[in-house]
């Protein structure tokens, strides 16, 4: 089992970065895949990113290029780096762990592990 803790979340304006993480307590970190999600007002929750043991990465293709997750399993965290925010970066990201595959990596349904969320706001 995952415990998942995410921070890193608040007001930016458009054009700024932030960095998100998240803390996993647990076994086994290395053994899952992790990844970003977001949810914004009146939306459904969507794929951003997600990594593979050992770096396979995945990226939403409204975030490619601006995006980037990494993970320490030393330090058993994942980060989501996020430049050139946008307005419509606006959400609640959600950290999320879980033994997706391939086919299954952009789909919430394949995580079984999920933090409780911190909110990205940008506005200027």
């Known amino acids: 089992q995952l415990q998942l803790v995410e921070s890193g979340g608040g007001l930016v304006q458009p054009g700024d970065s932030l960095r998100l993480s998240c803390v996993a307590s647990?076994?086994?970190?290395?053994?899952?895949?992790m990844a970003w999600f977001r949810q914004a007002p009146g939306k459904e929750r969507e794929f951003v990113a997600a990594?593979?043991?050992?770096?396979?990465?995945y990226y939403a293709d409204s975030v490619k290029g601006r995006f980037t997750i990494s993970r320490d399993n030393g330090k058993n965290t994942v980060y989501l780096q996020m430049n050139t925010l946008k307005a419509e970066d606006t959400a609640v990201y959600y950290c999320?762990?879980?033994?997706?595959?391939?086919?299954?990596?952009?789909?919430?349904?394949?995580?079984?592990?999920w933090g409780q969320g911190t909110q990205v706001t940008v506005s200027s």
């Open positions: 999320a762990g879980g033994r997706a595959i391939l086919s299954t990596i952009r789909n919430p349904d394949a995580y079984n592990y």
């Open positions: 990594i593979r043991w050992p770096t396979t990465t």
């Open positions: 647990g076994t086994a970190f290395n053994n899952y895949a």
